[in-house]
């Protein structure tokens, strides 16, 4: 569909010749109600005439488009707007596009060279974007265009004052995207090319006669579309071609070392290594800038070995690289489904009219006729299922060495029974488990904008480690070991010869599952059963078991695959109850063989929970995790002091007030907790929302980057804070 700008309001600075005219016409000609200003002065910033702006709001109306002039300087932001708003009632695009050229040789840049520039192209853009920012916040809608140039970007001869001030328009766009986008305020930088006054004089008189203006106003019209979500990016374009820009960062080289002095020798004897961009990585915010450096400081303080930084050496020779593909998003998914793939699927996970209960899954007649909750997994394995994983940057893996280790799965309201889903899916984390990686993909699956389940897949590459990364992360919904008493109950159901048959029915076509002699080439006997498959059994069993198999108690669901099933066997399912979570290890009867460890499920509570867990919570959710890291403590308080030997201050607030207070003390005796505050002195205090918290706790939200952005204030030793991963790492997804 042709892309609209009906009902739209746009202001194009300097839009009374050049690119500008073209902008603004090609606006017009799509709908837009467009203020044509221009100053109407000469290439040098001199002079002004309305000539130039009105003759370009002429040609508009003479096509039947609607325009009004403008013939202010940039200088007078509010102006600008103003005339938007008495002419067309609102303001919705700003094209900052005005501009001049004082060039000269940097030692004769006079003051008023240098400040003409500046004021007319930044201190400019700046007003006029000022002037129209509350309006565009208010109505949670506004694009913005900063124009930047070559010259800026890469310096040019004689355009010191005009490189400085177009590179600060660039940066004045980084930070509007940021400051913009919770309103949908989208501000986006663009460095044309095309024949024009300023460029005439530069440029042979052919190349500015076929540079066409035209060719650029496509990309601006693009990125000020509300289809758009480009942000804080930045565009070269002209000729016809348009191309987008990024940072790119060396792997750099940590130079100091613990307890001795950083010297100027250190920095020159890396020299080649820091300016070696083999393997570069392309930070995209302060944080993850800062973040490397952040991790250096441990790394040295902890007498790590001086090197490349950890980001860095998690790049090494393998085709894995961290640094490039954590936070890689898979190309959107869809699935459209009708009560036939529920039933399907609930015959695949073994549900059998024998069980008069298994009817409400089995029968779309039924009146509680529902879909199983684990069903959840797969609306999102089409992202892994279609080989994406190794096509993303920093993952050139071989798919033919790819295990499926865990899953995770959380459903956020019952799935309905048919209908479409949309699957976005983004690496959370690689882990180097030596003997080979691990990627965590993380799978968000909404029905139209509501959110219905979260996956989060551990795929195990053999073979693919030892590129020098982390071993664990906080991203990753860690495996819990059952308790150690005798399970609280068994189910047992066998699983039929044509299981697999059956299961990959639900979209998991891998021949290892139906095909003798590709199983046969895996090493296996016969084909094996699908790992979810087994996880389906499980799931339902504890549905069964636990929550009346209503599917609305069922919350979420975490597995570790540890050894194939063959089809026809029996599954075993022992499980605890622990509160609302259910402890679960599946064995394969006639083996005894552990199928699935370290595995839970867990169930929001009954009508009739406990009083205590009722009250406990306080309205806060912190209150459960911290009623955890009790447990934890209770179980190996030891182990935590040795490792953390640190007492941690927490300050909880709710709607900005202080809710609650705890202490983690895991530095005297075997380590406790308490509510309120530590009587001696905590050696670092965190405080934090209750909501933001929860965010950091499960994984969501880095603890670093929770501190930059101000949601986490830290009070005490910082670098405590990296501790925090140790505490808090089990409970994500808590
Ligand atoms: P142009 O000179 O044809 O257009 C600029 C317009 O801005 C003129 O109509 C001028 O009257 C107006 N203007 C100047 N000062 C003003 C002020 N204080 N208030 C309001 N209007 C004012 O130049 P062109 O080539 O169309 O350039 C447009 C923008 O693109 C400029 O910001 C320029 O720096 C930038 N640019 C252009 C390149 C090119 O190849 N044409 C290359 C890189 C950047």
Redesign the pocket.
Known sequence: MSLSFEGRVVLV??A?????RDYALAFAERGASVVV?????H?K?GGKSSA?ADKVVEEIRAKGGKAVANYD???DGEKLIQSALDAFGRIDIVVN????LRDRSFARTSDLDWDLIQR??LR?SFLVTRAAWNHMKTQKFGRIIM?????GIYGNFGQANYSAA?LGMLGLSNTLAIEGRKYNIHCNTI?????????ETIMPPELVASLK?EYVAPLVLWLCHEQCQENGSLFEVGGGWVGKLRWERSLGRTVRQKNQAMTPEAVRDQWDKICDFTDATKPTSVGESLQSVVAVLSQVESGGEVGMNPTAAAASASGINPAEAVGQKLPPTTFTFTHTQCILYALGVGMSTKDPDHLRFLYEGHEDFSCLPSFGVIPSQAAMMEGGLSSLPGLNIDLTQVLHGEQYLELFKPLPTSGTLRSESSIADVLDKGSGAVILLDVNTYCGGELICYNQFSVFVVGAGGFGGKRTSNKAVAPLPPPKRAPDAVMIDSTTRDQAALYRLSGDWNPLHIDPSFAAMGGFKAPILHGLCSFGFAARHVLKQFAGNDPSRFKAIKVRFAKPVMPGQSLQTEMWKEGNRIHIQCRVKETGDVVLTGAYVDLHGAPEASPESLTQGEGLQSELVFAEIGRRIKDSGSELVNKVNAVFGWEITKDGKNAAQWTIDLKNGSGSLHKGPYTGKADVTFTVSDEDFMTVVQGKLDPQKAFFSGKLKVRGNIMLSQKLEVILKDYAKL
Not at 97 to 100: E, H, L, P, Q, R
């Open positions: 600075t300097g009374g010749g050049g690119l500008g200003n221009d100053l109407g002065g290439m910033g130039a300087s940039v200088e596009n005005a501009g001049i007319v192209h400019g124009t930047t140039s070559a010259a177009k460095a044309p090319v095309a024949g024009s006054r300023l460029t203006s």
